[in-house]
């Protein structure tokens, strides 16, 4: 009997769901309205992609969920956090969340505190950590906050000291506090890293809530299946894994579809755009996974640094509202999103979207009742299909790293909108089951690890220091869940940083592979 996945991907309008079976064929298949409450979404999405599917042959059902990002975004539901660092005397000028937008700043930023510890890039202390300092932060968070953020100078070089607070504050206080340690979660550069580990902390209790909605509706339908979440690099964690490190999955719904869209169309190079109700995000892939963004990025206006797609977005979808001008029209930026069923003029509403624009072009068929703008205004249609054609190719040109032509793969419910031919591009490429190419990507995601650390080439040799991190990433993709017998390394980046004295340099290396399957 052929083992089956479900791969569920919760989007800002639509919740979609597949089945696949162990070559990666779709069984099943299924699109729904995201819910306000995004659980409901699951549930429904959930129930009507089973229905006719031998549940006993069900083994995994990953989830992608736009949950952590949209507390962040919307700032709510997030928890607030103690902030200790570990790098005293050498960081005391700016205070943790010291650049933070006032709002989450006063939602998340519990009690702070700079003390003695950290490491130099080699791993050498700066000082010693001051014990006593960290028992008597913990006793100043109990009852104030629930969570304390734990971040150290060069945690990547070495997390002694922060292992070592966690055990202290464990000691001293138990489980009246949950702790988020930064070598967990983001990588070099302090402020970013404790950044990444503050917001993480905030997220607990939404990735309980989750989790647990998660479990609830896999149980409901008599699924007793190993559960994982999506990551932002396209890869997974166990459900259990997620309540952690609930900041590693706030970009995985585009990674997902660019995953997705390059299993689909069996290519391992090539553009992607992911067009849904509300936005279009465009990624490039390189070996098949997509490229990472190597500047610092932003989430909610907080800077961090953890790993997430290259990715530029724009507000371009099917739900955006087009409105008629005298020079042609406004497009966007705003969209009824998953009101786009109820709202746009094929479905029986009063609002002119891009959904009607692309149906009344030919470019869409089957959704809504074309008679509905068989009257709209050609040079209405004309002007906005103008627009998102040039959108479209402003975004290809800017996400392209040469001259070189590739082909661009379009995927997501809103992908009719992308024209059939794009200038720069090789060819447009629509594969089966495109517009569920997100959920498709959750459900073939493999385990990763990785490891990002500062090495001194002089001491012990490039090949050794490669050798090491290797195996670092190896160890930590069969944590994850990889099989051990199939985890490869996927890349390899030195940074050399010809100011630091023996040769140092910034080694990034990740592994990744399929789920081991007992």
């Given at each position: 009997?052929?083992?089956?996945?479900?791969?569920?991907?919760?989007?800002?309008?639509?919740?979609?769901?597949?089945?696949?079976?162990?070559?990666?064929?779709?069984?099943?298949?299924?699109?729904?309205?995201?819910?306000?409450?995004?659980?409901?979404?699951?549930?429904?999405?959930?129930?009507?992609?089973?229905?006719?599917?031998?549940?006993?042959?069900?083994?995994?059902?990953?989830?992608?969920?736009?949950?952590?990002?949209?507390?962040?975004?919307?700032?709510?539901?997030?928890?607030?956090?103690?902030?200790?660092?570990?790098?005293?005397?050498?960081?005391?000028?700016?205070?943790?969340?010291?650049?933070?937008?006032?709002?989450?700043?006063?939602?998340?930023?519990?009690?702070?505190?700079?003390?003695?510890?950290?490491?130099?890039?080699?791993?050498?202390?700066?000082?010693?950590?001051?014990?006593?300092?960290?028992?008597?932060?913990?006793?100043?968070?109990?009852?104030?906050?629930?969570?304390?953020?734990?971040?150290?100078?060069?945690?990547?070089?070495?997390?002694?000291?922060?292992?070592?607070?966690?055990?202290?504050?464990?000691?001293?206080?138990?489980?009246?506090?949950?702790?988020?340690?930064?070598?967990?979660?983001?990588?070099?550069?302090?402020?970013?890293?404790?950044?990444?580990?503050?917001?993480?902390?905030?997220?607990?209790?939404?990735?309980?809530?989750?989790?647990?909605?998660?479990?609830?509706?896999?149980?409901?339908?008599?699924?007793?299946?190993?559960?994982?979440?999506?990551?932002?690099?396209?890869?997974?964690?166990?459900?259990?894994?997620?309540?952690?490190?609930?900041?590693?999955?706030?970009?995985?719904?585009?990674?997902?579809?660019?995953?997705?869209?390059?299993?689909?169309?069996?290519?391992?190079?090539?553009?992607?755009?992911?067009?849904?109700?509300?936005?279009?995000?465009?990624?490039?892939?390189?070996?098949?996974?997509?490229?990472?963004?190597?500047?610092?990025?932003?989430?909610?206006?907080?800077?961090?640094?953890?790993?997430?797609?290259?990715?530029?977005?724009?507000?371009?979808?099917?739900?955006?509202?087009?409105?008629?001008?005298?020079?042609?029209?406004?497009?966007?930026?705003?969209?009824?999103?998953?009101?786009?069923?109820?709202?746009?003029?094929?479905?029986?509403?009063?609002?002119?979207?891009?959904?009607?624009?692309?149906?009344?072009?030919?470019?869409?068929?089957?959704?809504?009742?074309?008679?509905?703008?068989?009257?709209?205004?050609?040079?209405?249609?004309?002007?906005?299909?103008?627009?998102?054609?040039?959108?479209?190719?402003?975004?290809?040109?800017?996400?392209?790293?040469?001259?070189?032509?590739?082909?661009?793969?379009?995927?997501?419910?809103?992908?009719?909108?992308?024209?059939?031919?794009?200038?720069?591009?090789?060819?447009?490429?629509?594969?089966?089951?495109?517009?569920?190419?997100?959920?498709?990507?959750?459900?073939?995601?493999?385990?990763?690890?990785?490891?990002?650390?500062?090495?001194?080439?002089?001491?012990?040799?490039?090949?050794?220091?490669?050798?090491?991190?290797?195996?670092?990433?190896?160890?930590?993709?069969?944590?994850?869940?990889?099989?051990?017998?199939?985890?490869?390394?996927?890349?390899?980046?030195?940074?050399?940083?010809?100011?630091?004295?023996?040769?140092?340099?910034?080694?990034?290396?990740?592994?990744?592979?399929p789920l081991l399957v007992a």
């Open positions: 009997m052929s083992r089956l996945r479900i791969g569920i991907d919760v989007g800002g309008t639509n919740t979609d769901a597949v089945v696949v079976d162990e070559t990666g064929k779709v069984i099943a298949s299924t699109k729904s309205a995201t819910t306000p409450d995004p659980t409901d979404g699951i549930r429904s999405a959930l129930e009507a992609v089973i229905s006719g599917v031998d549940k006993s042959a069900i083994t995994q059902a990953m989830l992608g969920t736009t949950h952590p990002a949209n507390a962040i975004i919307q700032r709510r539901e997030l928890e607030q956090v103690g902030v200790l660092r570990l790098a005293a005397p050498s960081s005391l000028a700016i205070r943790p969340g010291a650049a933070w937008p006032e709002d989450i700043h006063r939602a998340v930023i519990g009690p702070r505190a700079i003390i003695e510890g950290g490491f130099e890039y080699d791993g050498v202390e700066i000082a010693p950590l001051d014990e006593d300092a960290v028992r008597r932060f913990a006793y100043e968070c109990v009852g104030k906050v629930p969570n304390v953020a734990v971040s150290s100078a060069f945690a990547p070089a070495s997390s002694e000291h922060e292992l070592r607070a966690a055990e202290i504050i464990e000691q001293e206080v138990g489980d009246q506090l949950r702790v988020s340690l930064s070598h967990q979660v983001g990588s070099l550069g302090l402020l970013e890293r404790e950044n990444a580990t503050i917001l993480n902390a905030a997220l607990f209790g939404v990735a309980r809530r989750v989790v647990e909605g998660f479990h609830a509706a896999l149980r409901a339908h008599g699924l007793a299946v190993d559960s994982y979440l999506t990551q932002n690099d396209g890869t997974l964690m166990t459900a259990d894994e997620a309540v952690r490190l609930p900041i590693l999955t706030v970009g995985s719904g585009p990674t997902n579809s660019m995953r997705g869209a390059c299993a689909l169309a069996g290519l391992s190079n090539a553009l992607v755009i992911d067009v849904g109700g509300t936005s279009a995000d465009v990624g490039i892939l390189i070996d098949g996974f997509p490229r990472e963004s190597s500047a610092a990025v932003e989430v909610g206006g907080v800077r961090t640094n953890f790993r997430m797609p290259d990715l530029i977005s724009i507000g371009l979808g099917g739900g955006t509202v087009v409105r008629p001008a005298a020079d042609g029209v406004v497009v966007g930026p705003d969209s009824v999103g998953y009101r786009v069923i109820s709202e746009a003029l094929i479905t029986g509403g009063s609002t002119l979207t891009l959904s009607d624009i692309s149906t009344r072009s030919g470019r869409l068929s089957g959704f809504g009742d074309a008679s509905r703008v068989a009257d709209l205004d050609a040079n209405v249609v004309s002007a906005a299909l103008a627009w998102v054609d040039e959108q479209v190719q402003l975004l290809c040109e800017r996400m392209k790293a040469s001259r070189t032509a590739l082909p661009l793969i379009a995927v997501g419910g809103g992908s009719h909108l992308v024209p059939a031919s794009v200038p720069g591009v090789d060819e447009v490429v629509r594969p089966a089951h495109h517009a569920v190419a997100n959920a498709f990507g959750a459900a073939i995601a493999e385990a990763s690890g990785g490891v990002d650390r500062v090495y001194r080439y002089e001491s012990l040799g490039r090949e050794a220091c490669i050798d090491n991190a290797k195996q670092l990433a190896t160890e930590a993709a069969i944590r994850s869940g990889a099989d051990p017998a199939r985890v490869r390394i996927t890349s390899v980046v030195e940074v050399p940083m010809t100011y630091l004295p023996g040769q140092g340099c910034r080694v990034q290396v990740k592994a990744a592979g």
